[in-house]
């Protein structure tokens, strides 16, 4: 039996759609995402820099034979959205006759799947009995893929040629084995060879769980497991296409900027067109700034995930996600923008950054078609920052002295440690800074998070001060930095890193500095962010250099780079807040007993312990 009536909202383009009992879909379905769950936990746990077992920047994902996403693990948006348009690189570049058992591709091109050269995808075919059953792929972000910065994430990028190592699709491993020649010319272009090493065989092990896990499934329910795959898909689809049919016709327009590029070309306007027409949705940003000189472009596979998400917060959340629920979403880029560049432009922020901003305009323009269901504007950045330089600690020092009160060479009762040759011992340290979540119908935004298109963790204090020459001076939240509303929008961090014992390049990408984050419905907007700079010694604002949201920047030892994050806006008119709820941030020092009284009306001198 089959559905095979265009008409049917299961069967919108012709398709015919499997018969599969629901029970099993469910069983299988559910099935999936536990492999998917169990591939990352392998990724995690395996892994071998902070960024990965700590930050967690990774994410894992299933897909059958014909390249398409069946199951993910529940990780980062900004991945798993776009890691579809790689997989999809991989399956052109090697079709499965050019495939074995113990294959696996490797790429990171942005303009060929990828977003951002630091996120290497590796994608592994998984055969029973000879039959290609479909494919366990995940990203990671490396700490360091070369290029002219640390870390890989520089902000004066101009071209894709600076960023780092550019890898299409290639075969990784052939019938279980790595290509060594191959692995040697990677390992030949980064900063730190062991820590990319570890990385990759993390990625390894988390893609040979998920062929395991998914050989079994197949063996399991043995010759319907196929068409029950693509029944998945097909009640996705489903599902999406009843949730938008809920939402109202119309077209919603939304505008809203990028600070700069860090090039000197500012106030970069990024504008999108919502289209809701029964169970489609369209999203159309012409009239985009052009592609631009510095590093803020966001290939297509970017906004293209950035739209999916923003789409999938407005609709059901029970909506499994695959690729069945992006057939009803249709993304309009226009080539040569900062939505879909060209080659060869600078990208690695568009991933970062430009991708936060198309949430909010996706989200903004959503605003008026489901305004319950949507939050204010959050941070709108990812707040990347990288340091790099040579630890004076050295391999040893390093290993064995966790303490952050050993000294650091040039410090004094330090053993010098030199920089040169062999005893050179390199590192790049990356993270991304948690800030203010909207306010949204019901509920006050959260503080000090990682918004939208980002889901990782903040780098525990512990672990910059033993795995880096780096100290946190300092790392708390921002009182007044959450738009207020009748639900108050989320606060913004500091965060305070100082360099020890050697001279380190930083390198900042951020946003939302000049232009903060929006309320909605008469909340008022979340305070921008910033960062400074202390001279050694100095710890004072106005001892402090304000640095541009967007730099690059020799430090001396001692030198402290201050983060501050942005808050996000707050939701509906400030007045109607609890006054209960106002005092309640003030006990907690969320809010000044100065806002209280100007932003809500609310007269408290209560400074007692919270709650």
């Known amino acids: 039996m089959t559905r095979?009536?265009?008409?049917?909202?299961?069967?919108?383009?012709?398709?015919?759609?499997?018969?599969?009992?629901?029970?099993?879909?469910e069983v299988v379905r559910n099935a999936c995402v536990a492999v998917a769950e169990e591939m990352?936990?392998?990724?995690?746990?395996?892994?071998?820099?902070?960024?990965?077992?700590?930050?967690?920047?990774?994410?894992?994902?299933?897909?059958?034979?014909?390249?398409?996403?069946?199951?993910?693990?529940e990780t980062m948006p900004v991945h798993l959205g776009a890691m579809p348009f790689s997989v999809a690189a991989a399956v052109d570049r090697f079709p499965a006759s050019d495939l074995e058992p113990g294959d696996a591709v490797l790429l990171n091109d942005p303009f060929r799947g990828g977003a951002h050269l630091p996120d290497l995808t590796l994608v592994s075919p998984v055969f029973d009995d000879g039959r290609l059953l479909g494919y366990a792929a995940n990203r990671a972000h490396h700490a360091d893929v070369g290029g002219a910065n640390a870390g890989s994430v520089a902000a004066d990028s101009t071209e894709i040629y600076q960023e780092g190592l550019r890898i299409p699709p290639v075969k990784y491993a052939r019938g279980g084995a790595v290509d060594d020649d191959l692995l040697g010319m990677i390992l030949a272009n980064v900063r730190t060879p062991d820590e990319r090493r570890g990385d990759l065989r993390a990625q390894e092990a988390a893609n040979a769980t998920g062929t395991r896990r998914f050989r079994e499934l197949a063996e399991r329910h043995g010759d319907a497991f196929p068409a029950t795959l693509e029944a998945i898909k097909d009640y996705s689809e489903r599902r999406m296409r009843a949730s938008v049919r809920d939402l109202p016709d119309g077209t919603y327009s939304f505008e809203d900027v990028l600070d700069d590029d860090g090039r000197g070309n500012e106030d970069l306007p990024i504008r999108a067109a919502v289209t809701i027409d029964g169970d489609r949705i369209t999203v159309d940003f012409d009239g985009t700034a052009?592609?631009?000189?510095?590093?803020?472009?966001?290939?297509?596979?970017?906004?293209?995930s950035a739209t999916y998400y923003a789409v999938r917060c407005v609709t059901d959340p029970d909506i499994p996600p695959n690729h069945g629920c992006y057939r009803p979403i249709t993304v309009e880029a226009p080539e040569g923008t900062i939505v879909n560049p060209n080659p060869p432009a600078a990208v690695v922020g568009g991933n970062l950054e430009t991708s936060q901003r198309v949430t909010d305009v996706v989200l903004g323009a959503l605003a008026e078609a489901a305004p319950e269901r949507v939050v204010a504007g959050s941070q709108g950045t990812m707040n990347n920052v990288t340091f790099g330089g040579v630890d004076p600690r050295g391999p040893d020092g390093r290993t064995s002295a966790g303490s952050t009160d050993a000294p650091a060479a040039g410090e004094e009762g330090a053993t010098p440690h030199t920089a040169t040759g062999e005893q050179s011992d390199p590192y790049a340290f990356y993270e991304t800074q948690g800030g203010g979540f909207g306010g949204r119908d019901g509920r006050d935004g959260m503080d000090g998070v990682h918004v939208h298109m980002s889901n990782t963790m903040n780098t525990p204090v512990e672990v910059v001060e033993t795995a880096y020459p780096l100290r946190i001076r300092r790392y708390e939240l921002r009182p007044d930095t959450g738009g207020a509303g009748r639900f108050r929008g989320g606060l913004g961090l500091r965060r305070d890193i100082q360099v020890r014992g050697h001279v380190a390049t930083v390198s900042l990408l951020a946003d939302r500095h000049h232009h903060a984050p929006y309320g909605l419905f008469g909340g008022e907007d979340g305070e921008p962010g910033a960062a400074f700079l202390f001279p050694p010694g100095e710890t004072g604002d106005d001892d402090a250099e304000r640095l541009p949201a967007k730099t690059r920047r020799d430090l001396p030892p001692g030198a402290t780079v201050s983060l501050r994050t942005p808050g996000a806006g707050g939701y509906g008119d400030p007045s109607e807040r609890d006054p209960e709820a106002v005092r309640r941030d003030v006990r907690q020092g969320k809010v000044s007993e100065r806002v209280a009284r100007e932003s809500y009306?609310?007269?408290?001198?209560?400074?007692?312990?919270?709650?």
């Open 40 to 73: 990352n936990a392998t990724l995690v746990r395996t892994g071998y820099s902070p960024n990965i077992k700590e930050r967690r920047d990774c994410s894992c994902a299933l897909f059958d034979a014909d390249g398409e996403m069946v199951a993910q693990a």
């Open 601 to 611: 009306g609310v007269d408290s001198d209560d400074g007692g312990d919270d709650e």
């Open 290 to 304: 052009a592609q631009t000189e510095g590093p803020v472009n966001a290939v297509f596979a970017v906004t293209a």
């Open 4 to 25: 095979d009536d265009p008409s049917d909202p299961g069967n919108a383009n012709g398709r015919s759609t499997p018969d599969v009992d629901p029970v099993t879909l």
